[in-house]
């Protein structure tokens, strides 16, 4: 197995991308999900293979939204952590996203290219959808009340360059 991802992490995403279906279209998933323990680690590409499926289904708007409304949800986990700017939680970004993953290949893990004033790029592994990963920014972004610019995504084979700007 190439690499795991924690359950809470696995439940709580895979489970916001659920809730947004009816229940006919994806019951295995959804029985798996809840069946699954916070405390466990489970496949990492299982997870990603989920995700792009439901991804697939539920379309871009949808994706974006439901990524922003996770992000949005954990707004005082964040601030409790001591993220209390967008600065300090963009430049620590790729750390948060890769504790909640392990023995995963290194061109899977997000990792910080560069940071400077209104400007963050990632390497950002494509086993989420796009626009999940762009929801997740916009919830960043909305939790300081704040107004994300732009986001771009740069093919690069196995990872996305990604470049937000605000």
Known sequence: ???????F???YLIGSLLDETVEYIFPEEKKKIKEMKDDE?????????????????LGVLTM????????????????????DSIS???ESYPQMFNMNIRDVPEAQQ???VSFEPNRVVYNYP???????????????FSIYNLIMEDIFFE????????TVQW
């Not at 680690?41 to 289904?57: L, M, R, T, V």
């Open 110 to 112: 997000v990792k910080l």
């Open 41 to 57: 680690w489970y496949d990492w590409d299982e997870f990603q293979s989920i995700a792009g499926k439901i991804g697939n289904e």
């Open 88 to 90: 300090k939680l963009l």
């Open 126 to 140: 494509k086993g989420q959808p796009q626009a999940l990963i762009e929801g997740y920014f916009s919830g960043f």
């Open 1 to 7: 197995m190439p690499g795991e991802i924690g359950g």
């Open 64 to 83: 974006k939204a439901v990524g922003k409304r996770i992000i949005s949800q954990s707004k005082d986990l964040f601030f409790e952590q001591g993220f």
């Open 9 to 11: 992490f696995f439940k």
């Open 155 to 162: 093919d690069k084979g196995e990872y996305y360059v990604v």
